[in-house]
């Protein structure tokens, strides 16, 4: 006779994890992991989040107002923006994205090398758009962008700061779930690496798309 789950029992199932098996490799040479199901995003996250939408709203508030009141924008005595390399930016943090679902799929059906390669993926894409706005933003400081400038200027380094700090942030959290994944020999939860990792990368990169719209295209 077969056995009843454990919630028909009366037992509190065990929580999944994401468990790194000590021993046997695949044939890649790699530990393999067990499969993880879906779990919903620690408290934490999602009220960073919040907090976090809540001040970027005011900001790009605040650009739509000044938009509104503008005859011109950006304003006609600043430099034009380097609008073609901001697609390049755009374009490689959005495929981002992409690199990051491959992780979380891999998670969710144990495939530990591809998740490894998933979040190394995702972690230097990431970098590279940090790097490129960083480099824009010390063109535009040298050109006249400086926040004293106006309202715009300031407005501007804001958001784009903002944004960068935000994919900084999730470029650090992708080393560390990569470098727990790679250690192995641990059992590590998906719900506080690789999936509140994705949610806070997702975040990032759909936050990036109303702020290059509002400030460089329209």
């Known amino acids: 006779m077969r056995e009843a789950p454990a919630y028909r029992r009366g037992r509190r199932p065990v929580p999944h994890r994401l468990t790194v098996i000590p021993g046997g490799r695949n044939r890649a040479g790699q530990r393999p992991v067990a499969p993880q199901p879906g779990r919903r995003p620690p408290p934490l996250v999602v009220l960073f989040l919040g907090v976090e939408t809540f001040v970027f709203l005011g900001l790009l508030t605040i650009a739509l107002a000044l938009r509104a009141a503008a005859a011109y ?10 609008v073609m390399t901001t697609w390049v930016h755009t374009g ?62 300031a407005t501007f380094l804001v958001l784009v700061a903002g944004v960068g700090a935000h994919v900084l942030c999730g470029v650090f959290w992708i080393v560390a ?17 690789v999936r509140s990792c994705a949610i806070f990368w997702y975040y990032g990169c759909g936050l990036w798309v109303p702020v290059f719209a509002l400030l460089y295209l329209l």
């Open 73 to 82: 924008w950006p304003p006609a005595s600043l430099p034009p923006l380097p």
């Open 92 to 153: 490689i943090l959005l495929f981002s994205a992409v690199t990051m679902r491959r992780a979380m799929a891999a998670a969710d059906s144990g495939r530990r090398f591809d998740i490894e390669t998933g979040l190394a993926a995702t972690a230097l894409l990431g970098f590279a758009f940090v790097a490129g706005q960083s480099a824009e933003l010390v063109w535009m400081f040298s050109a006249g962008f400086a926040p004293a400038s106006g309202g715009y200027t």
């Open 177 to 193: 779930a990569t470098t727990g994944v790679v250690m192995g020999g641990r059992t590590i939860p998906v719900s506080g690496f």
